[in-house]
């Protein structure tokens, strides 16, 4: 099992910038690539940027440029660095550890308002 928690969302004003973290803790051996994934209100959740261990990125093409996904493996926590925020970056954010199934955190919201 793999517990997953996220911590940064909040109120920004476009243009403004947000750091998520997503710190994971069970059996972290078992995970080959994390992410971050997005729900906006009525729409389907989307991927936002994954990183494998070998440090390879790929990131939905709305963000590239703005959004910077790494990790950190001592302290087994994922971060995304946000800027340039935009109000269409608004939704739930979710951290996701992928195995030999997926783990999901419980989201933290993230508002682009002015």
């Known amino acids: 099992q793999v517990q997953l928690v996220e911590s940064g969302g909040g109120l920004v004003q476009p243009g403004g910038s947000l750091r998520l973290s997503c710190a994971a803790s069970?059996?972290?051996?078992?995970?080959?690539?994390m992410g971050w994934y997005r729900q906006a209100p009525g729409k389907e959740r989307e991927l936002v940027a994954r990183?494998?261990?070998?440090?390879?990125?790929n990131y939905a093409a709305s963000v590239k440029g703005r959004f910077t996904i790494s990790r950190d493996n001592a302290k087994n926590t994922v971060y995304l660095q946000m800027n340039s925020l935009k109000p269409e970056d608004t939704a739930v954010y979710y951290c996701?550890?992928?195995?030999?199934?997926?783990?999901w955190g419980k989201g933290t919201l993230v508002t682009v308002s002015s």
């Open positions: 996701n550890a992928r195995s030999t199934m997926d783990y």
């Open positions: 069970g059996i972290i051996l078992s995970i080959n690539a």
């Open positions: 990183i494998t261990n070998g440090g390879i990125t």
